[in-house]
């Protein structure tokens, strides 16, 4: 049988890249939103690539699709949220309490599903650099770095059932998650990133797939942070 893949956000974005780089891999794999209308528009353009339409944050729905799957060999959490960025003081405590709600919460409720019907295999939750630190967006940097916490902590727990949790930690990508910024923030962002610009979701789809192959697994609890370098922080001259 072909293994199995579940990768969330799949619509579009990261998660789209990540469904169509695991499948041309090989993978059975189906891609999960809770936007319908996006996931009927790509997958007008695939073939071998299943659809699910499902919110993350419902353990219902999550539960319903992990159960009409023949099997699960790789979860991949990429269904998440953004924001505009925003001073503290301007951050209301629903838009923080949404986000977390998403991010985490969602990240938490599949990892969970699956781990229940899993017997060997990966889950790679996609975090953000913004883990590290950022200003205008304490609530994104505080989910993200959540998802971190969880990739380590379920890592420990599951590795002696075979399966490992890893993160990746992409930069800026070129999404629509991005496209919200105006052209004066988007500048500015551009400035800070060493490559000059947002990298393509394939670069992220890449580190996925290592993490879901079989050389990947001697890797658990790790961040894999893909960022062209920006963590690195700045040259001194
Ligand atoms: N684009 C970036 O610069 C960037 C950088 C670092 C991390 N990330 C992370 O990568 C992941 C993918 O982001 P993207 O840039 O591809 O954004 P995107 O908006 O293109 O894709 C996110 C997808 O998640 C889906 N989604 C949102 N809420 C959901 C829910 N409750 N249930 C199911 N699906 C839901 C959306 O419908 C969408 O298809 C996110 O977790 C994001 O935080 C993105």
Same mark, same amino acid.
């Given at each position: ?40 528009? #790509?997958?007008? @353009? ?12 419902? %353990? $219902? @729905? +999550?539960?319903? +699709? ?25 951050? %209301?405590?629903?838009?923080?309490? @949404? !986000? ?20 060997? =295999? ?14 205008? #967006? ?11 916490? !969880? ?43 060493? $490559?000059?610009?947002? !990298? ?7 580190? +996925?797939?290592?993490?879901? %192959? ?13 960022? =062209? ?5 700045? $040259?001194?001259?």
């Amino acid at each position: 049988m072909q293994p199995q893949a579940l990768v969330t956000g799949g619509a579009q974005g990261i998660g789209r890249a990540v469904a169509e780089l695991l499948a041309q891999g090989g993978w059975h794999v189906t891609a999960a939103d809770i936007d319908a209308a996006a996931l009927t528009a #790509a997958s007008a @353009q695939w073939s071998g690539i299943d659809c699910a339409a499902l919110d993350v944050t419902s %353990s $219902a @729905q +999550v539960a319903a +699709v992990l159960d009409g799957l023949p099997a699960l060999d790789v979860v991949v959490n990429c269904a998440g949220i953004a924001a505009e960025l925003l001073p503290l003081h301007q951050i %209301s405590r629903s838009a923080f309490e @949404q !986000m977390l709600r998403v991010n985490v919460g969602g990240t938490f409720i599949l990892a969970r599903e699956a781990a229940r019907r899993m017997h060997k =295999g990966a889950i790679i939750n996609i975090a953000s650099r913004g883990y590290l630190g950022g200003a205008g #967006a304490a609530h994104y940097v505080a989910s993200k770095a959540a998802v971190v916490g !969880m990739t380590r902590s379920l890592a420990v727990e599951l590795r002696w059932r075979g399966i490992t949790v890893n993160a990746v930690a992409p930069g800026m990508v070129e999404t629509r998650m991005i496209a919200q910024f105006t052209p004066d923030m988007r500048a500015r962002l551009n400035r800070l990133e060493p $490559a000059g610009g947002a !990298m393509p979701p394939a670069a992220i789809a890449h580190a +996925v797939a290592y993490l879901a %192959s079989p050389a990947g697994r001697s890797m658990t609890g790790q961040v894999l942070l893909v960022d =062209g370098g920006k963590s690195l922080g700045v $040259a001194p001259c």
